[in-house]
């Protein structure tokens, strides 16, 4: 079946790089995303892949892509204090959103 | 702005009360979610309507129902709540891709 794991946990430096990674079962997704979620909202789409694509960049952030080993990871370029939260990496299967259980991201200044 | 809306924010209900939550989106979006998000877990699909086609998942509880009257409006029924219910509730909208789904603020659960 679809499942998505992620490390729990990343404490970075202020100005640092933030890299956030996750694996997942089921490589018959469409897309594969990444949410964040800032205490008691709802989620934000923050960037998201295509299946056949191996990276993606948009602004600070860049998403890589290995199919083979089924691992997706988020760079976020010269953390900011505002990029504390916590994030979530999912895949679409049809049109139901199969999520990991998240990564706290907490940026140290 | 075109957004996703929910309501209220923050719901306390007692055990085996039932409550309706809200969502409504000016997105014009054919497609309407409802996710369950317990505390530090990950968010679970319950159901979904695609226009007026009801799609629930498999282990979705019964006591879980939905009704969308009409493409901006979509409610989440519970019918007699338990203690394990409580949740944060997130609606989200797609078009009929459903790869870019957007999420709204979410209803917070309590359940006394």
């Known amino acids: 079946g679809e499942d998505v794991e992620q490390s729990l946990f990343l404490s970075v430096r202020e100005g640092d790089s933030s890299v956030i990674n996750c694996t997942y079962t089921?490589?018959?997704?469409?897309?594969l995303y990444w949410y964040k979620q800032e205490p008691g909202a709802g989620l934000q789409l923050l960037t998201y892949?295509?299946?056949?694509?191996d990276m993606k960049q948009d602004q600070r952030l860049t998403v890589l892509l290995n199919k083979k080993d089924k691992h997706l990871s988020l760079r976020i370029a010269d953390t900011q204090t505002g990029d504390s939260a916590i994030y979530f990496c999912?895949?679409?299967?049809?049109?139901?959103?199969?999520f990991g259980a998240g990564t706290i991201l907490r940026v140290k200044s | 702005d075109a957004m996703v809306i929910q309501n209220p924010r923050y719901q306390v209900t007692q055990f085996g009360k039932p409550v309706t939550l809200s969502c409504s989106q000016t997105?014009?979006?054919?497609?309407m979610y409802w996710y369950q998000q317990k505390s530090s877990q990950a968010p679970k699909l319950l159901f979904h309507?695609?226009?007026?086609?009801?799609?629930n998942e498999a282990d979705t509880p019964d006591n879980f129902q939905s009704r969308r009257p009409n493409t901006s409006f979509c409610f989440l029924d519970i019918r007699s709540p338990g203690l394990g219910d409580a949740a944060m509730y997130l609606c989200?909208?797609?078009?009929?891709?459903?790869?870019?789904?957007?999420f709204g603020p979410g209803t917070r659960l309590t359940v006394l």
């Open positions: 989200a909208t797609s078009q009929p891709s459903g790869n870019e789904q957007f």
């Open positions: 089921d490589s018959s997704s469409t897309y």
């Open positions: 892949i295509f299946s056949n694509m």
């Open positions: 999912a895949g679409l299967y049809g049109n139901k959103l199969v």
């Open positions: 997105l014009n979006h054919n497609v």
């Open positions: 309507y695609y226009d007026k086609d009801f799609n």
